[in-house]
């Protein structure tokens, strides 16, 4: 009923930087946190950064002051803008939404995953 769409991973040179977006479509009413986690190949998912409806975000210590995340909530789209990108970055990006439906009802999404991977 509800969709998260990411796009914009790809393979970047260490130093470089990447723009992901997350879609979320569906039966929306409203969507309370959102969050971007990785997981590495061999490593378990963990969390790079959320942000509340308000705008209140928190980051990974790995990634503070390199990665910003956003929303534009009348578009239901959330981003991650990936600066100063390292090899270490490298992992699929998943992104993940906390939705309140029609009913009123809430439920947890994820996305299918992009792709990142930084090159040395």
């Known amino acids: 009923q509800v969709q998260l769409v990411e796009s914009g991973g790809g393979l970047v040179q260490a130093g470089g930087s990447l723009r992901l977006s997350c879609a979320a479509s569906g039966r929306i009413f409203s969507i309370n946190a959102m969050a971007w986690y990785r997981q590495a190949p061999g490593k378990q998912r963990q969390l790079v950064t959320a942000?509340?409806?308000?705008?209140?975000?928190n980051y990974a210590d790995s990634v503070k002051g390199r990665f910003t995340i956003s929303r534009d909530n009348a578009k239901n789209t959330m981003y991650l803008q990936m600066n100063s990108l390292k090899p270490e970055d490298t992992a699929v990006y998943y992104c993940?939404?906390?939705?309140?439906?029609?009913?009123?009802?809430?439920?947890?999404?994820w996305g299918q995953g992009t792709q990142v991977t930084v090159s040395s």
């Open positions: 993940n939404a906390d939705v309140i439906d029609y009913s009123g009802s809430r439920y947890n999404y």
């Open positions: 942000i509340t409806s308000g705008g209140s975000t």
